[in-house]
Structures are given as C-alpha cells and as structure tokens.
C-alpha cells in the first residue's frame, strides 16, 4: 500500500513535511493506473482523476484551502499555507451518468 503526494508546488511538498504527512512517492503529476487498491493518494487531482482513484479502490485526500482570490496564480510557501489553514480532507469520489 502506496501513500501518494500529488503536487507540483514545492510550498505544498514542504507543508506537508512540515506536518509529518508520511509519504512514500512524491510526484508533480499521477497516472491514475499506477494506483492500486489500498493505495492513499494526497493532493489536489482534478475531479475526474480523483474518481479513477477512488474507483481503484484507494483512498483520496484532498488538500484543501480557503485561498482569496488576490492570491490566486501566485506561488505559496508552507508558512502561507498554515496561515490560510490548509488541511487534508477524506473524499470518496464518483463518476455518475448525466
């Protein structure tokens, strides 16, 4: 069982560290067919690749932030993201028919 952390911003990969998120792989961006059942994936996937995650049977958790819009498009570090409180969430994703 793989425990993923999916980010290209290396202000997320230092704010988790900094909070003791164990981390097996590391990766800017996730093939969702390397994810196996069992697997935790960490990060901030766009929705849809969040759903073959969690239809692979693993675990997605997102990193979630309240970000302004005035900070929108720039780069933040570990010490602004605990600012704005960012946090891990648990979301069980499903891909439906309209």
């Given at each position: ?10 202000g ?23 994810v ?63």
């Amino acid at each position: 069982m793989t425990i993923w952390f999916v980010s290209r911003h290396p202000g997320a990969v230092a704010w988790a560290q900094r909070q003791g998120i164990a981390v097996d792989r590391q990766l800017a961006h996730l093939d969702p067919q390397q994810v196996a059942a069992g697997d935790t994936v960490i990060g901030t996937l766009p929705i849809n690749l969040a759903a073959e995650v969690c239809a692979r049977g693993a675990r997605y958790y997102h990193l979630t932030l309240r970000l302004p819009s005035a900070l929108r498009g720039t780069e933040l570090d570990a010490d602004q993201l605990e600012q704005l409180g960012a946090c891990i969430e648990a979301y069980l994703v499903e891909r439906r028919s309209p």
